[in-house]
């Protein structure tokens, strides 16, 4: 009996000796792996841990600092001597140091977490009312995301806090299930630490249903405002192309109807204006909500710019001017004066600025500026400071045209001015004829009581002799033509007279024994010889 109590008592100590050494081994490797779990918070970098690490140094170092004043107050209320002095002094320095921590953690005093569970302000709504605002819109709600996806970031980096630190937990219980003597200030402290990442965990949970509840509505509404305004861009698209189309159309029947091309090219002139005005129109009441507020601003608009652009308003007043007077057409041939200088062209284009001449080799051309063929650009507005001439005004296609030259006293002017009227009348009859038949047409527009278009030949006295001056009818756009073969066979067939002598200013030796003239004989004109 004594050998089976024994053995049970040998074999209860063994027991007892293998547990303990079990237990030992454990506690062993559960603060191993403890330790581990204290390195890996240290150096990791989750922002939950970091607050609340600064929240319990916030906290020891008030404790600290409290500790310090009792003892600071004990030695003060012993007797005076070095030591305590010394000792007081010490004191009172930790203390101020302190104080500075304390001062730099502050933010952390009462809830670490505030900033973190704070719900993300929302700025002010933009109001979708126009495209442009439609990228806005865009940039408003891909803001509410980000904000939205932020909260959820760091509702995940709180769990995976709350998961490392319940790991830990579950290794302190162990340990103390082991040990129950081992210190459970570290048990309870990640205890504490662990509910209040809980409730902080459930507040932010709020916090992203909260916000992703106002988010949503936000970027529904936005969403419709969009919409609404990409249909209406629809809708002013389409508009626009009606408007275009219908002017379109008003072209190709002008162009179809009526067959002279200046009328057409005006009317076409017309349509593009009116065209770019409803487009404008479109534009101005589709995205401007106020009209009396459009009003407002065209007033103040138009004075600041009437003043800064006269010049600019002056055109296009200019241009109605020229449109509706009808005063310059394309394809007609004006001269213009400014500053000096002179400009005969043809018009190729009426803008709503400026008029774009074509310049022609012409009298002008010839006798004054030598240059020809350039392309030349009026303002408008010299239509009210500026002499124009029109060359082919009201349809007329001719204008009037004249041969000068001078005969000797001693010549037969009679027949010099019958000579230059045959062949004026030669070659401007089919001329003559066209005025005739436009100056009629006109006389329903204008009061026109000289409407003779035959040449006129007029003679009159120079100090050199007398100048003959045959008018005639001839093509406005080719005056330089017909002036110069007139002039060839008034040359020609006075030449071809004996008793007509051209005057020129000349210097001539005569030794023959004739007059100087065309070498004809002396004997039949004297010359007496002073």
């Known amino acids: 009996m004594k050998k089976i109590v024994f053995t049970i008592m040998v074999l209860g100590s063994f027991l007892f000796a293998q547990d303990t050494k079990q237990k030992q081994e454990r506690l062993e490797e559960l603060t191993r792996q403890i330790e581990n779990f204290d390195k890996d918070i240290q150096f990791n970098n989750n922002i939950w841990i970091k607050k609340y690490a600064n929240f319990e140094n916030y906290n020891k170092v008030g404790a600290q600092i409290n500790d310090l004043e009792k003892e600071l107050k004990k030695y003060r209320n012993l007797p005076n001597s070095r030591d305590n002095g010394f000792r007081i002094q010490q004191i009172e320095t930790q203390i101020e140091t302190l104080q500075q921590q304390l001062a730099l953690l502050s933010a952390f005093k009462d809830n670490p977490f505030k900033d973190l569970l704070k719900k993300p302000e929302i700025p002010e709504i933009p109001d979708i009312t126009n495209p442009i605002a439609i990228i806005g819109g865009f940039g408003f709600v891909k803001n509410l995301e980000n904000q939205e996806k932020n909260l959820t970031r760091r509702l995940h980096s709180l769990q995976g806090a709350l998961e490392i630190l319940k790991k830990k937990f579950d290794l302190l219980q162990e340990v103390y299930h082991l040990d129950s003597k081992a210190n459970k200030n570290q048990y309870y402290q990640l205890q504490t630490k662990i509910l209040e990442l809980q409730s902080a965990e459930d507040i932010l949970e709020t916090t992203i249903d909260v916000y992703t509840k106002e988010s949503d509505e936000i970027s529904y509404k936005i969403s419709l405002q969009i919409k609404g305004q990409i249909f209406k861009v629809i809708y002013i698209i389409v508009a626009i192309l009606v408007s275009i189309g219908i002017a379109i159309t008003f072209k190709v029947f002008t162009r179809k109807y009526i067959q002279d091309n200046e009328r057409a090219y005006v009317a076409s002139k017309i349509i593009n204006f009116f065209n770019i005005t409803v487009i404008i129109l479109i534009l101005l009441f589709a995205y401007l909500e106020n009209v009396t507020y459009l009003v ?155 409407a003779n278009v035959e040449p006129k030949t007029f003679s009159l006295l120079e100090n050199n002799g007398v100048k003959i001056s045959v008018w005639y009818q001839t093509n406005a756009y080719a005056t330089l033509g017909l002036r110069s073969t007139i002039s060839m066979e008034i040359v020609e067939r006075l030449l071809k007279e004996p008793d007509i002598s051209i005057a020129y200013t000349t210097t001539k030796l005569v030794k023959d024994g004739t007059d100087g003239f065309g070498n004809k004989k002396a004997d039949k004109y004297p010359i007496e010889v002073n």
């Open 296 to 450: 407002a601003v065209l007033g103040f608009a138009s004075a600041g710019l009437a003043i800064a652009m006269k010049d600019l308003f002056m055109s296009i007043l200019g241009w109605f001017v020229i449109t509706i007077g009808g005063s310059v057409h394309v394809g007609d041939r004006i001269r213009v004066t400014k500053d000096g200088s002179t400009y005969v062209g043809d018009v190729l284009d009426i803008s709503i600025l400026r008029i774009t001449l074509y310049e022609d080799v012409t009298l002008t051309t010839f006798l004054d500026t030598r240059r020809a063929g350039r392309i030349i650009f009026v303002p408008n507005n010299y239509i009210f400071t500026t002499m124009f001439s029109n060359y082919t005004h009201g349809g007329m296609k001719t204008v009037w045209d004249g041969v000068d030259f001078t005969i000797t006293f001693d010549s037969n002017i009679a027949r010099a001015c019958e000579i230059a009227n045959e062949v004026a009348t030669k070659y401007s009859k089919g001329y003559a004829e066209i005025t005739r038949k436009q100056l009629n047409k006109m006389r329903n527009r204008y009061s026109l009581r000289n």
